[in-house]
């Protein structure tokens, strides 16, 4: 969450410098990667395009995995007690991660759905199906 060039002050601690920030803050980057993938998909669904389906099962699945690395990082930043940590950024991403999986098996799991027996017999009796349930 706190990316760039800017120290943190610590108290009782020497100020730190985070050697893995470029200056350039996270959230510039992650909105390049994420942000024009989620609009297209976002005007897509309000157009209605046939497309749109597909991005919005790739976009939820992006925003599944991407905010609970990010609060496994916070949460490893305070047991590690690095100096850059914040006990506020790992409350605020995990019930982020949190919200972002449930939104996530809301749309998946129609995917993993199961049929009830009476609708696979149906569909066995169409030919639609060429084998059983084990």
């Known amino acids: 969450m706190r990316s760039g060039p800017y120290p943190r002050v610590c108290p009782g601690r020497q100020v730190a410098r985070s050697p893995h920030t470029s200056g350039m803050p996270s959230v510039v980057i992650e909105a ?3 942000g024009v993938p ?3 998909t976002a005007v897509g669904l309000f157009r209605r395009a046939a497309w749109s389906g597909t991005g919005l099962y790739a976009v939820v699945g992006w925003f599944a ?3 609970v690395s990010v609060a496994a990082m916070a949460i490893v ?16 991403l995990t019930v982020a991660a949190a919200g972002f999986a ?7 799991r129609k995917l993993f759905a199961r049929p009830s027996p009476a609708a696979w017999r149906r569909k066995q009796k169409k030919g639609e199906v060429s084998r059983t349930w084990s």
């Open 38 to 40: 989620t609009v297209a």
């Open 77 to 92: 930043m305070l047991v590690n007690d690095d100096p850059h940590a914040a006990t506020s950024d790992a409350v605020v």
């Open 102 to 108: 449930l939104v996530t098996w809301l749309l998946y």
């Open 32 to 34: 390049g990667l994420a």
């Open 65 to 67: 995995l991407v905010p």
